[in-house]
């Protein structure tokens, strides 16, 4: 099955700075890649995500890209926030009629210092 | 606005009991999810359901069963709770999927379940 490595797993920033979580997938057949933010005690939510046919994606300060040769994709965070502090979590799946199972990585806690 | 309702936040049951871990969602979607979620492990897949009455197994089935009598509700029950279920369970939901673009799923607020 499906394994993504997420690097690193704590990444201190000083606000203003920016901020680059990597993840790794292994299934080449894998065309879906959502982000996730989790703030503490909260539910995840759906950041960005990028699709396969899609190279790079951007929406404000926030931006992925996508390497499918490479089977690696990147989330970066721009002029980062306090409140952009929380756990992120990449993820990637194969999109079947019937269901869409996603493969976690293992989280980045990320921690803006103001 | 989707809206994943688990109905226990927080909970404490002893070892050997029995547990169930409820799930409803508003959106009519065909798929549920049951994740747990420790510390530097990311988010793990017991069980899915992509409809009634039907369940599939995750990464980390063993422990665990799952039931989806209806389309809104997906429980997950512990037949037996031990020491090493402590964690976060959240659930999820989905509708099914477009292969060419992929889709979006939506977690619960989470279940903190602690077995002592």
């Known amino acids: 099955g499906e394994n993504v490595e997420q690097h690193p797993s704590t990444l201190s920033v000083q606000e203003g700075d920016s901020a680059v979580i990597k993840c790794t997938y292994s299934d080449s057949a894998s065309n879906y890649f959502p982000w996730y933010k989790q703030e503490l005690g909260k539910r995840p939510q759906l950041i960005i995500d990028?699709?396969?046919?899609?190279g790079e994606k951007k929406d404000q300060r926030i931006a992925v890209t996508l390497n499918k040769t490479a089977k690696h994709f990147s989330l970066h965070i721009t002029e980062t926030q306090p409140e952009d502090s929380a756990v992120y979590f990449c993820a990637a799946s194969i999109a079947y009629n019937a269901g869409n199972m996603l493969t976690f990585g293992g989280g980045t806690r990320l921690m803006v210092k103001p | 606005d989707v809206k994943v309702t688990q109905s226990s936040r927080y909970l404490v049951k002893r070892t050997g009991e029995k547990v169930f871990l409820e799930c409803v969602q508003d959106?009519?979607?065909?798929?549920m999810f049951w994740y747990r979620q420790d510390p530097g492990l990311g988010l793990r897949l017991i069980y899915f359901s992509y409809d009634v009455k039907m369940k599939e197994k995750g990464d980390i089935p063993e422990g665990y069963s799952v039931s989806r009598e209806k389309k809104e509700r997906f429980s997950l029950i512990l037949e037996s709770a031990s020491t090493n279920q402590t964690s976060m369970y959240l659930c999820?939901?989905?509708?099914?999927?477009?292969?060419?673009?992929?889709?979006?799923?939506?977690f619960g607020e989470g279940s903190w379940l602690t077995v002592v």
């Open positions: 959106m009519d979607h065909e798929n």
């Open positions: 999820a939901s989905s509708s099914p999927v477009d292969p060419s673009s992929g889709n979006t799923i939506y």
């Open positions: 990028i699709r396969s046919n899609v």
